[in-house]
């Protein structure tokens, strides 16, 4: 893209920034905090039953699932976001 324009104001970089330090921050903790309790919640030592074998066997593997593709998701979302701003922050 040879000869094309990039520009962004002060407001948007500083969007980015805050975009990419809620992934790196906010995502991470409330992924951990997520999976600390499923942790004890999977072990038959700890809990068991019908409600437990489902939890282990279907829900939270489905979950489990489901987080690791959101974090891959956002970890692809903020490394666009900072390449985006080093962009603007190489073009002046």
Do not use: C, H
Not at 17 to 28: F, R, V
Not at 29 to 34: D, G, I, N, Q
């Amino acid at each position: 893209m040879a000869g094309s324009v990039v520009k962004a104001t002060e407001e948007a970089i500083g969007a980015a920034q805050e975009l990419s330090t809620a992934i790196s921050d906010g995502l991470e903790a409330y992924v951990s905090r997520l999976r600390g309790p499923a942790e004890v919640l999977k072990s038959p030592e700890q809990w068991e039953g019908g409600n437990a074998s489902k939890f282990r066997g279907e829900v939270w593997p489905e979950v489990e699932t489901t987080l690791r593709n959101i974090e891959t998701q956002m970890l692809d979302l903020q490394k666009q976001v900072r390449d985006a701003v080093q962009q603007i922050l190489d073009a002046g």
